[in-house]
């Protein structure tokens, strides 16, 4: 099975900057889509940035303007820049990926550790 790590969370400030890496086992550049998702305590499980196959990306509003998702295929790295970070971008984020149009790789509810940012004020 793909296996996908996601690292470089951590402890910053309101209005610093964090950019979080994805690493696939398998070539980044066969998937469809891959995107980013957060969680916090008591809530659902939010999407926050998806890149297709040929470059574009979509945000939701919540983030929009702030954070941007890009993909290296030779290293098969997806990356999530986060700027002007604010405390309600505090969570567990996580990375998914499609490499198959019948759905996505991560599906039920255990996505693993994800990786943990947190957002002080």
Known sequence: QVQLVESG????QAGDSLR???AASESISSAYAVAWY???????????????SGGSSDYPS???GRFAISKDNA???????????????????YCNALFSLTGW???GA???????????S
């Open 20 to 22: 979080l890496s994805c």
């Open 105 to 107: 790789l991560r599906q």
């Open 38 to 52: 957060r969680q916090s305590p008591g809530t659902q499980r939010e999407l926050v940035a998806t890149i297709r």
């Open 9 to 12: 969370g951590g402890l910053v």
């Open 75 to 93: 290293k098969n790295m997806v990356y999530l820049q986060m700027n002007n970070l604010k405390p309600e971008d505090t969570g567990v984020y």
């Open 62 to 64: 919540s983030v929009k």
């Open 110 to 120: 255990d996505w693993g550790q994800g990786t943990q940012v947190t957002v002080s």
